[in-house]
């Protein structure tokens, strides 16, 4: 790994969307989920740790009252491919029983990760369950789709930024980009 931590946006090869690009599609996303929820109470699920930026700004779009809880599993370790071993790190502490959950996703890669929750929160009875990602990489991988709610496709590359990570480095870049190969390199 080669990781410049002195200035980790150094290590990102090409712009994908800047913070006004993001920060108007939440804009969109929220307004549409306002409308779809409009006079229920949703559940709204924040998938540790990737999620996290994305979903307290979206939540803030969400002109409704929502309730908000957190999930952590875990599937990819340090790597950059999904390892298809998802493990349970954090559950929720809200009973979901009869509620409407809306998970919120950073990227959606292999799907994997979505579908195990999904199966796994479904046995709980609730309402109903959808899925909101900010990032959708299923066109280089088409399987069944997950998302109800999608913020943008993206390519096969390996993005960080705006909660995405690379072994713990850059969630806290304000943009999202496509991290340089040589970074992950061995
Ligand atoms: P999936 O189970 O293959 O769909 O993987 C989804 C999870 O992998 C996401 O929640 C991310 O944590 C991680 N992931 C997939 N692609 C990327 C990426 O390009 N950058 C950072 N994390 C990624």
């Not at 990602?133 to 705006?162: D, M, R, S, T, W």
């Amino acid at each position: 790994m080669h990781i410049n931590t002195e200035n980790p946006g150094m290590d990102v090869e090409r712009l994908l969307f800047t913070e006004e690009q993001i920060a108007k599609r939440v804009a969109e996303l929220g307004a549409q989920l306002t409308k779809d929820y409009a006079g229920k109470r949703p559940v709204v699920v924040c998938i540790l740790r990737g999620a996290s930026f994305f979903f307290v700004d979206l939540c803030r779009q969400m002109k409704l009252d929502v309730e908000i809880d957190f999930i952590d599993v875990s599937s990819y370790g340090s790597g950059t491919q999904s390892s298809g071993v998802i493990r349970m790190v954090k559950d929720l502490d809200t009973d979901i029983e009869g509620r409407d959950v809306l998970l919120v996703e950073d990227i959606v890669d292999s799907g994997l990760t979505l579908k195990h929750l999904r199966q796994l929160l479904g046995t709980r009875s609730p309402a109903s369950i959808r899925v909101c990602c900010l990032l959708n990489k299923q066109a280089a991988h088409p399987v069944e789709l997950n998302c109800e709610y999608n913020g943008f496709e993206i390519g096969n590359e390996f993005v960080v930024g705006y909660g995405l990570d690379y072994a713990e480095h850059y969630r806290n870049l304000p943009y999202i980009g496509v991290l340089k190969p040589e970074v992950y390199a061995d």
